[in-house]
């Protein structure tokens, strides 16, 4: 069974930093995209940062550029999201996902039907 397995979220000040972990398993991600997206409260699920297969082009949500590093792992069949100077906005349940046919077209990283393996969703909170 394919299944993607989230950790590191939590409660967090404002300009604290969180990293989030998620492991794959069931499946060899080496050829996968990873990306990852959030949903705030009262909010759609908006995209946050990906990464192209080989860890060598990444992408970003203009309202994280600068603060969060997405990374991966290929040998851990692991992606990484580090997030910084953290502000209350980023609260929000935050969700890995894979692309395990590829992604060729840099436009397709920002979309969620990119993605066909998704993990549970952990939660962030960001206290002001």
């Known amino acids: 069974q394919v299944q993607l397995v989230e950790s590191g979220g939590g409660l967090v000040q404002t300009a604290g930093s969180l990293r989030f972990s998620c492991a794959a398993s069931?499946?060899?991600?080496?050829?996968?995209?990873w990306g990852w997206f959030r949903q705030g409260p009262g909010k759609g699920r908006e995209f946050v940062a990906a990464?192209?297969?080989?860890?060598?082009?990444?992408y970003y949500a203009d309202s994280v550029k600068g603060r969060f590093t997405i990374s991966r792992d290929n040998a851990k069949n692991t992606v990484y999201l580090q997030m910084n100077s953290l502000k209350p906005e980023d609260t929000a349940v935050y969700y890995c996902?894979?692309?395990?046919?590829?992604?060729?077209?840099?436009?397709?990283?920002?979309?969620?039907?990119?993605?066909?393996?998704w993990g549970q969703g952990t939660q962030v909170t960001v206290s002001s």
């Open positions: 990464v192209s297969w080989s860890g060598g082009s990444t």
């Open positions: 069931g499946c060899t991600f080496t050829d996968s995209a």
């Open positions: 996902a894979a692309a395990t046919y590829g992604i060729v077209f840099s436009g397709s990283f920002y979309l969620e039907n990119s993605y066909d393996v």
